[in-house]
């Protein structure tokens, strides 16, 4: 099993940025893509970002080139770098993590976090 704990949420101005951090633990050693993903109130959970174990990223055209997902497996964790932050960013954000092989689909990941609200004001 795997556990998931995201951090760095909170309420930011338009234009401003956040960094969400994601802490795995537990058997991580079979954890190969990890991801990004957001759900607003009445909408679908869909992706933000993901990244393999090795290889490219790979990001949702809303967040192309103010977004930023990387990786640290010595630690473990995963981030998310969020600039000029929009009122549409606004959901909770989730991390997951996906044993084996790499997908894009939220069914393709095994492990999610609870999620950590993101909140941008106009």
């Known amino acids: 099993q795997v556990q998931l704990v995201e951090s760095g949420g909170g309420l930011v101005q338009a234009g401003g940025s956040l960094r969400l951090s994601c802490a795995a633990s537990?058997?991580?050693?079979?954890?190969?893509?990890m991801g990004w993903y957001r759900q607003a109130p009445g909408k679908e959970r869909e992706l933000v970002a993901a990244?393999?174990?090795?290889?490219?990223?790979n990001y949702a055209d809303s967040v192309k080139g103010r977004f930023t997902i990387s990786r640290d497996n010595d630690k473990n964790t995963l981030y998310l770098q969020m600039n000029s932050l929009k009122p549409e960013d606004t959901a909770v954000y989730y991390c997951a993590a996906r044993r084996y092989g790499w997908g894009l689909r939220a069914a393709d990941y095994d492990y999610w976090g609870q999620g950590t609200q993101v909140t941008v004001s106009s």
């Open positions: 990244i393999p174990s090795g290889g490219s990223t």
């Open positions: 537990g058997d991580t050693i079979c954890i190969s893509a």
